[in-house]
């Protein structure tokens, strides 16, 4: 493995995150246009990660479930020692 400098390896990052405008520069885009794809994937992305995230609302809703935890009107009983 090559050693490569700080900024190279910023821009191979920047590169590869959807939410970076150099993302879409690289693949083609002007740098206006690059901005303003930059700016409506972030919403896209975070709603992706709630709705893959079982501890979020989002996930239930997206698999047609209640939003409502099972835990907050059934809670299960304390253990004694």
Do not use: C, I
Request: net charge positive; hydrophobic share 25%.
């Amino acid at each position: 493995m090559s050693k490569s400098s700080k900024s190279a390896r910023d821009n191979r990052a920047n590169q590869l995150n959807p939410s970076h405008p150099a993302y879409h520069q690289s693949r083609g885009s002007s740098s206006d246009e690059a901005q303003r794809m930059a700016e409506l994937s972030k919403p896209v992305l975070d709603n992706r990660a709630n709705q893959l995230n079982p501890n979020n609302a989002a996930h239930a809703a997206s698999r047609g479930e209640s939003t409502v935890s099972p835990t907050s009107s059934n809670p299960s009983p304390a253990k004694s020692e």
